[in-house]
């Protein structure tokens, strides 16, 4: 069961809402040092894991085999044309007048939340991970991360930053499922 990727689109949709309620009440230099500790926490993350993994065969394979087929089926192009999409669908229902931003600056923000949350390294090696091996405390710690992210984000955009938890519960469910297919073609037999 994808427990860390259940407990991580709760948390984008949870730091959503509590963003929206606080509004702007966060100062802009509190959110730009804040922002500096999120990266810093996300490259202690990445290094300390790169040390303690057990399956980077498999880890190794699946990024190499999901490059070739992204480049192929030009990936990246659909995600942002999706992200788009979405981002044209949610600014229909919710306006960026109530933000105090431009239309435009609304509009990149928002893509940029969703791909952020949708398509982050760690969230996609977090699935991966907790689909192969059971361990999801990767995802458990950027659950963390990613509450407090979407809490900034949403005190400009609103509401619109929970509605992200959807596609992004959706992308890593599928790299979950496909991790518990590929880790019996890296391990050696007994």
Request: proline content about 3%; charged content about 10%.
């Amino acid at each position: 069961m994808p427990i860390g990727v259940i407990v991580n689109a709760l948390s984008v949709a949870i730091g959503g809402l509590l963003g929206a309620a606080l509004g702007n009440r966060l100062t802009d230099s509190f959110k730009e040092k804040i922002n500096m500790i999120f990266g810093c926490c996300s490259m202690a993350m990445g290094i300390s894991t790169i040390v303690l993994m057990q399956n980077m065969p498999a880890v190794v394979f699946s990024v190499i085999i999901g490059t070739g087929i992204g480049l192929a089926v030009r990936l990246g192009e659909r995600i942002n044309r999706a992200g788009g999409v979405m981002q044209w669908l949610v600014s229909r229902f919710i306006k960026a007048d109530s933000s105090g931003i431009s239309r435009e600056e609304f509009d990149a923000t928002l893509l940029t939340v969703i791909v952020l949350f949708c398509a982050s390294g760690t969230g996609i090696y977090g699935s991966m991970v907790a689909g192969m091996s059971g361990d999801n405390s990767v995802l458990f710690a950027k659950s963390i991360l990613d509450l407090f992210t979407a809490l900034i984000f949403a005190c400009t955009l609103g509401a619109v930053v929970s509605v992200v938890a959807v596609p992004q519960f959706v992308f890593f469910a599928i790299l979950f499922a496909l991790g518990e297919v590929i880790i019996p073609h890296t391990q050696r037999p007994v």
